[in-house]
């Protein structure tokens, strides 16, 4: 209006007028987000630090594989004589039979527990199994045979006898098969002749099933 001129229109093409220069903020430049940083991982040749009270996280393929096992312990015990809470418990008697003079047993053995009559066992077990599958077994026995000697037929003894027995096994899954393998030893006494394994054992089995 009148001789006032108007300093937009003064302005060379191009220009941006100096009351707009004043109130334009400068563009800041913001660096990743936390979520891109996460998804594209630490830059090269830097490390991630974790914050105040997290845990640091471990890099994907450094998995530490922890070692853990499972297990039970167990006992047991046996009596094969008659009347056995009782003391001392009859003996002569179990596994036989006044029809059958051979009593209850098939081709030489009892039809029964394997200790066969008047005989007692005690025994402890312990059964480990590690996170891989494979599994370590330890038994110890203490067996009594024919303690009386008067069992008729006896399959173990002909008179009383003692075994101690001790077996280490381990058994392990592998890509070909399993294998187990066995270390025992055992000790009879008792002069009379046992149809036990006496002294040092070992054993190697493989298995291999067919799908």
Known sequence: MGGQSDPVRQCAPGAIPADRRQSQRPVVRRGPTLRSRYLRGPADGQRQRPAAGRPARQPAGRVRRALVLAGRAHAEYADTACDFPTSPPEFGCAYTSGIYTSGYRYRGRALGHTIDADGESIGVGLLLVEASGDRWSLLARNVKLNRAGVAAE?????????????????????????????????DASGGNAVAMEDGARASLTWRYDLR
């Open 154 to 186: 006896h399959s173990l003894a002909g008179g009383a006898a003692t075994v101690v027995d001790v077996t280490l096994s381990h058994g392990r899954t592998l890509a070909w098969g399993n294998i187990g393998v066995l270390l025992g030893y055992a």
